[in-house]
């Protein structure tokens, strides 16, 4: 366990003094892309590159919602790059590749953060070890060493069936692992080929590469049967160039899901993870110059209200994302692990006046590969 995360005094004194000096002077958020993607951002036609050296940058590997693969969009997983650190925001399908393809370098990934053990949010983590840590150092590009990651541990229980009756249960010797023997099983099946590659290539012990913190989460009464209570932001994580806070966010039966927060110098951005409304999220959100939101719409479905009301114990919809934003005072809302549920071409257009209504910032619906810059402009497109 990390016996630091709930500590909310655990700070480091030099990002204290950067973020008190230079939080106020950031002034807007841009948007472009790396070269050579296939879905350009919405200022790529000026020509311009992104220098991910320097500044706060969110890079966009997948956008998708929910585990069926989709056409055209990998599954959710974010990097935030802070002066050309990497710290990535789940893994879920293709993201090791998603990583590759944006151009950012395996040898400056710092941390990882899993928002909850839902398998389209960790589809590929353990490729993060098993492919991103082949090489050895010096030997091509590849983690730099054992790479801190930070998420949820076991739930402690499993919910009832939805709509009754019984379901069979996987692995019941133990039906609710964290995130830790996630880790430990995942590098366990791979077992003969990372013990035949150590023979063979000389490469890195796979497990070895993960340093795995299941979060302590706060004495507040939490426990999968009440998921999310009202709670204030904790420090799960802090180094010279951020601070990582975290809440527990209601998503539907799963248990812990939790939102992220990135203080930097340069300006915050927090991430919903998969919610549905949350006082929790918005007392997380306050202030954050950028909200990256899930979204889903179930508008023009014929459901069963049962059904209906399930989805929505998750999610939240994009009809409703835009006074969250507001609420919680940011100044720019960007919808990523979107969910089009009616099965409709997404109509982003569609979308960002959606998500517009009540939210009087800037509104954007995030794809695959586009990068958005915390800079010191508003977000212009061309």
Not at 178 to 193: E, I, K, P, R
């Amino acid at each position: 366990m990390c016996t630091s995360c709930s500590d909310p005094t655990h700070t480091t004194t030099a990002l204290s003094r950067r973020l008190l000096l230079g939080g106020a002077a950031a002034a807007g958020l841009g948007a472009v892309a790396l070269p050579g993607i296939a879905h350009a951002s919405p200022s790529a036609g000026r020509g311009r590159s992104v220098d991910l050296s320097r500044g706060l940058h969110v890079v966009l590997l997948g956008t998708a919602g929910g585990p069926p693969p989709r056409p055209g969009q990998a599954g959710i997983s974010t990097a935030v790059v802070v002066d050309g650190r990497v710290y990535l925001v789940d893994a879920g399908a293709s993201a090791v590749h998603q990583y590759v393809q944006a151009g950012l370098r395996l040898a400056d990934l710092a941390a990882v953060f899993v928002t909850h053990l839902h398998v389209d949010h960790v589809a590929d983590y353990p490729n993060l070890f098993l492919l991103g840590g082949w090489n050895a150092p010096g030997q091509g590009d590849s983690l730099a060493g054992p790479v801190p990651v930070y998420g949820p541990g076991s739930a402690g229980g499993l919910p009832p069936t939805f709509g009754g009756g019984t379901s069979p249960t996987t692995s019941p010797e133990n039906p609710t692992p964290g995130l830790s023997a996630l880790t430990d099983h995942a590098c366990a099946a791979f077992a003969y080929s990372t013990n035949v590659f150590l023979r063979d290539s000389r490469i890195r012990e796979t497990r070895a590469l993960a340093d795995v913190h299941e979060i302590a989460i706060p004495d507040v009464g939490a426990s999968f049967q009440n998921t999310a209570p009202d709670m204030d932001p904790f420090v799960v994580m802090e180094d010279d160039r951020v601070r990582v806070s975290a809440v527990l966010v209601p998503h539907g039966p799963a248990y812990p899901a939790f939102g992220y927060r990135f203080d930097t110098e340069h300006g915050s951005i927090t991430f919903s993870g998969d919610t549905t409304y949350s006082t929790n999220l918005e007392g997380l959100a306050d202030g954050s110059r950028l909200l990256v939101h899930e979204a889903v719409n179930v508008r023009g479905m014929t459901l069963p209200e049962p059904v209906l009301a399930h989805i929505l114990e998750s999610h939240v919809e994009v009809q409703e994302v835009g006074p969250v934003a507001q609420r919680a005072g940011v100044d720019t809302l960007l919808l990523s692990h979107i969910g089009n549920l009616d099965g409709s071409p997404l109509d982003r257009q569609q979308w960002r006046r959606w998500a517009h209504v009540g939210f009087d910032g800037a509104v954007h619906v995030g794809r695959e590969l586009e990068v958005y810059t915390v800079g010191r402009r508003r977000v212009t497109r061309s």
